[in-house]
């Protein structure tokens, strides 16, 4: 691992024959003039390949909710609906769209008779960014809360697989960015990239407050780590990762001190700012931790209870809460995969910003109580993990990648989507 800071790690390039990222979109953009040209010209192919796994993935997806016909029999917004794609508007869905239409009531209304909750489930436990741009989308263009919900997410996951496409092209070339967009769109979890979930707006500003940090851009960084934080909780990691970086560069004087001291300052104030107003709204300030754990039994336990869903997965024990095996099975191939992914990321030597981002999105993932099938949802996050991956298949040719895809890009529909919302709950 490099012990350079982010900043200087972001100034220079791996040891590779591959030409500097602004030297490479220079010599691209020479085929489309202007700027939009240019920039299309860098993501278009990228963006595309993109967009055609996962339309693949959905059709396939699709293809097996008719097949089976399960989500007829389903309760609607457990899975169900009147037609399969409703499927991508149920769970986490339904509650987004409930507060794009009618708004927040936060409370903590006590149940009684049930084992794991010992209070009714709020609106309050989803951050508030997502649905406010369904809300957004939906007066300008007159679509519903599923249609607006489905917008925001597609257009979402496009600036997302940019974002990674720009950082793994500034780490190991072209080729390796345009192979990372296309993990980000096959890798488990990514079922939910093109459904009503936050998952990708989350990425979007992921990646793009990363490769500001990695190009200096320390107030950008700043601000899209404070917008996260009205996103997911788990901005957290990506505000770890920012104001060390800036810390970092503080210290060091790389970019003065203005800059990196106001990120540092900024970023934590959209989480901060949603979780104390619920628990304002609440009369407890500790309210919006209540509601995880008393409503949805999601709580921080060091990894108590992930480790003991492994031991019950692999000896073949379905007794744990919430165990859906097809999911928790694929949670476990994810997890023997993982330090191969991390090896590889560390062989490309990436800046500290990605290094604290991924480290602490992974421990957040794995620390919880939480549904252990969704470890594949929960890891999505941790976009550096495909970089290695690309940077690594790079110098595979053009026929050969597309032969490695075809298959994963079919098999995703099953196990990125299929698997994820019908065989268990994301």
Known sequence: MSTASSTESSSTEPESPVAPAEERTEERAGRVPGRFGALVDRFAPALGAYAVVK????????????????????????GGGAHAWDV???????????????????QLIPLHGWPLATYYENSAAFFPLYPWLMRLVGAVTGLGPYGSGIVV????????AAGIFAIAERLG??????????????????????????????????AWACYCVMTRRWLAAGLLALVAGLNRPTAAALIAAVSI??????????????????????TPWGLIGYVAWVGWRMGDWGGYFKLQRGAWNRYFDFGASTLRTIMDVITGHWDFWQSNPVPDLIAIALLIALPGLLVLLWRV????VLWVYTAMTIFTALSSNQIFGN????????????IGLAVALRRVRTPSLIGLFAMPAIAAGWYAGYALFELGIP
């Open 173 to 206: 070339g072209f080729r390796a960015g345009v192979i990372a967009a296309v993990i980000w769109g096959l890798f488990p979890g990514s079922g939910v990239e093109w459904a009503i979930y936050s998952d990708s707006l989350f990425v979007a500003l992921s």
């Open 245 to 266: 970086a800036a810390l970092v560069a503080l210290i060091r004087r790389t970019d003065g001190v203005a800059r990196p001291l106001t990120a540092m300052l900024i």
């Open 375 to 386: 470890i594949s949802r929960y890891l999505l996050p941790a976009f550096p993990l495909f």
């Open 88 to 106: 991508l508007g149920t769970w986490d869905g339904v509650w987004y769209q409930r507060i794009a239409e009618n708004g927040y009531d936060p």
């Open 55 to 78: 339309a693949i993935g959905l059709t396939v997806f699709l293809v097996l909710l008719e097949h089976t016909g399960d989500y007829l029999k389903k309760q609607v917004g457990r």
């Open 153 to 160: 997410s597609v257009v979402a996951s496009l600036v997302a």
């Open 349 to 352: 030597r990436p800046p500290l």
